[in-house]
């Protein structure tokens, strides 16, 4: 909206919901090619049964209907529409001081026809210090939780762990990093202690010393994951709030994010290679923001794969900027060329938005595309079983059995 020179009013501003619904209808006729005029299509579609494109004359009308259906039809509260995208689990991302009430209430009340709902430890603010009063905040809020004080960085550790081991009783399976490059040389135990209470009292740190403390932080979080039998995921690559002035003004996360271009594969084969060399080395998927790395990524998993798990460390689907019908052919292409496709997870949806299941909708068809165009090709055999049954292993059947979530529960 903002390429279109919609005013930030109509965006982020106070404008009424209508009138920000309307600016984006007139957006979306220009989106063509643009992976947001399919999913904007396909979310009326599959939620609000509608057809007709959205645009300026039809925003109105769209806009009337899908709010008297929200508002008046019990199919479309938030679990009936859990229930009309045929979602049988989902997790969330929570910061470790998250309570989880939401889920605890949730998991009491929940039906039988109600997805399961699941937490994911998402312990960033343990490792982003762009800040220092944002984190020594945090870190003051954490020492609220746990109700003990947090002195160094082994006791933030130890902080950490408390959470951890509350998050498994909750259901919690899985980790969730969203960080610019992996941290793999770690300072010692004293020096990142050091560093924590030099943080704490405001002293200016090296980014050297810094990237040291991150990564002592980051080995022993995944050991933890990997002691509890989780999963642990690394979203890398992203350049965070490029445009200060904007950032200033709305805040982070407001669409000021680009594509980083980070070195990434000596850091991150040191960070595996030191935690299998400790026997600690859990269920990995690595999820790369830079195309330029996809067969980077792609073959240093092959490096680390290990039985009984069958696609132990993974390459994560195109996500964010590669979110899109190339984005994610070029990942599915370079996984599928230089590692296996048969044991891949598939489609990850990490979206702000509550509609926007379709998505998986949008990579289910281009890979089934991809795939029916070889066979018809004569690259992959016309045979529907051995095909269609890899297509719908990785669409579902993968991902069932990857992730050991508690899907007895209650």
């Known amino acids: 909206m903002r390429t279109m020179g919609i005013d930030e009013f109509l965006i982020s501003g106070e404008a009424s919901d209508l009138e920000k619904f309307k600016a984006w209808a007139r957006t979306v006729p220009r989106t063509l090619r643009n992976p947001l005029f399919h999913w904007t299509h396909l979310e009326l579609e599959r939620y609000f049964d509608e057809s ?18 929200l508002q008046n039809d019990p199919q479309y509260t ?25 889920h605890i209430s949730y998991e009491r009340e929940r039906s039988e026809t109600d997805p399961i709902m699941l937490p994911a430890f998402r312990p960033d603010r343990a490792l982003v210090i762009d800040g220092y009063e944002r984190f020594n905040q945090w870190i003051d809020e954490l020492i609220e939780v746990v109700g003990f004080e947090i002195v160094d960085a082994d006791s933030l550790l130890q902080a950490l762990l408390d959470r951890h081991n509350f998050f498994h009783r909750q259901g919690c399976r899985l980790a969730d990093y969203g ?3 992996m941290y793999a040389m770690p300072s010692s ?43 642990q995921q690394y979203h890398l690559g992203a350049s965070r709030d490029s445009n200060q002035k904007g950032v200033s003004s709305i805040g982070q996360a407001t669409g000021y994010d680009s594509i980083g271009d980070d070195l990434q594969g000596r850091a991150i084969i040191t960070f595996l290679n030191h935690l299998e060399l400790q026997d600690s080395l859990a269920k990995t998927i690595l999820y790369c923001l830079n195309p330029r790395d996809n067969a980077l990524f792609a073959s240093i998993i092959g490096s680390f794969q290990k039985g009984p798990s069958n696609g132990k460390i ?3 689907s195109g996500w964010w900027f ?8 070029q990942q599915i292409d370079a996984l599928s060329s230089i590692g296996f496709l048969d044991p891949f997870v598939g489609m990850l949806t990490d979206s702000r938005s509550f509609l926007s299941f379709p998505r998986h909708e949008y990579f289910r068809r281009l890979l089934a595309n991809i795939l029916g165009q070889e066979m018809q090709s004569g690259l992959l055999p016309m045979d529907y079983g051995l095909v269609g049954g890899m297509l719908r292993k990785i669409c579902y059947e993968n991902a069932l059995n990857y992730f050991d979530f508690p899907t007895n529960k209650g």
């Open 78 to 102: 938030a679990r009936g529409l859990l229930r009309r995208m045929n979602v049988r689990l989902i997790c969330t991302t929570d910061d470790p001081i998250d309570d989880l009430s939401c």
């Open 314 to 316: 993974q390459f994560g």
């Open 322 to 329: 590669n979110d899109t019908l190339e984005g994610m052919k």
């Open 52 to 69: 007709r494109l959205l645009n300026e004359s039809t925003a109105n009308e769209i806009y009337k209907s899908a709010n008297q259906s």
């Open 189 to 231: 135990g004293p020096e990142a202690n050091k560093v924590f209470r030099q943080i704490r009292s405001g002293v200016i740190v090296s980014e050297e010393l810094l990237n040291g403390y991150r990564a002592y932080i980051l080995y022993n979080l995944a050991k933890m994951h990997y002691s509890a039998g989780w999963v």
């Open 179 to 181: 960080i610019e490059r």
